[in-house]
């Protein structure tokens, strides 16, 4: 069974750091591209990064390309996010949702748990 | 980057029911869109790929049409658990973008 769970969120003040991670079990994991996803409260889902498969390949959503990083570690089985200079904007909920196999870009086809970073002082 | 409009944002409807949810892109993504349904408190779940490909184990009473601009996502006769919220995604580039999401109501 696919499992992704999320952790490392918590509340941060503006400006600060935090790193999330998400561990995969269940999968080959250095055979598929993953993604993060996040859902501000009350809010509906907003692609943030992707990374292919071998880590080469990386994407952002505009609203946090040069605050957040994405990386992976293929022996581990975990994906991480750095996010730096975090602002109120970026309260939500972090999702690690894995890309399908086949398709690149890809659909998602199984979703952790969440993780929740709330921004304030 | 592809925008992606769901109508309506709210629906009210009552089991038995047939529902139709509307998702349009500002560009032609193929059929390269997946429906997602979320309930309160989870994550969301793949329901359709590629326009109109069921996930496995979804049932048969979702299904999805559509290609270039325009998609459905169509509940055949609502049952008490597809009370939840559906999101479109686009996955014609790696900029992904998600629809604002439908709000299934029980009437």
């Known amino acids: 069974e696919v499992q992704l769970v999320e952790s490392g969120g918590g509340l941060v003040q503006p400006g600060g750091s935090l790193r999330l991670s998400c561990a995969a079990s269940g999968v080959t994991f250095s055979s598929y591209s993953m993604n993060w996803v996040r859902q501000a409260p009350g809010k509906g889902l907003e692609w943030v990064s992707y990374?292919?498969?071998?880590?080469?390949?990386?994407y952002y959503a505009d609203s946090v390309r040069g605050r957040f990083t994405i990386s992976r570690d293929n022996v581990k089985n975990s994906l991480s996010l750095q996010m730096n200079s975090l602002g109120a904007e970026d309260t939500a909920i972090y999702y690690c949702?894995?890309?399908?196999?086949?398709?690149?870009?890809?659909?998602?086809?199984?979703w952790g748990q969440g993780t929740l970073v709330t921004v304030s002082s | 980057d592809s925008q992606m409009t769901q109508s309506p944002s709210t629906l009210s409807a009552s089991v038995g029911d047939r529902v139709i949810i509307t998702c349009r892109a500002s560009?032609?993504?193929?059929?390269?869109l997946a429906w997602y349904q979320q309930k309160p408190g989870k994550a969301p779940k793949l329901l359709i790929y590629?326009?109109?490909s069921l996930e496995s184990g979804v049932p048969s009473r979702f299904s999805g049409n559509g290609s270039g601009t325009e998609f459905t996502l169509t509940i055949s006769s609502l049952q008490p658990d597809d009370f939840a919220t559906y999101y479109c995604?686009?996955?014609?580039?790696?900029?992904?973008?998600f629809g604002q999401g439908t709000k299934l109501e029980i009437k």
């Open positions: 590629k326009a109109s």
């Open positions: 995604q686009q996955y014609n580039s790696y900029l992904y973008t």
């Open positions: 560009q032609s993504i193929r059929n390269w």
């Open positions: 990374i292919s498969s071998s880590g080469n390949t990386k």
């Open positions: 949702t894995r890309g399908v196999t086949g398709y690149d870009p890809g659909y998602f086809d199984y």
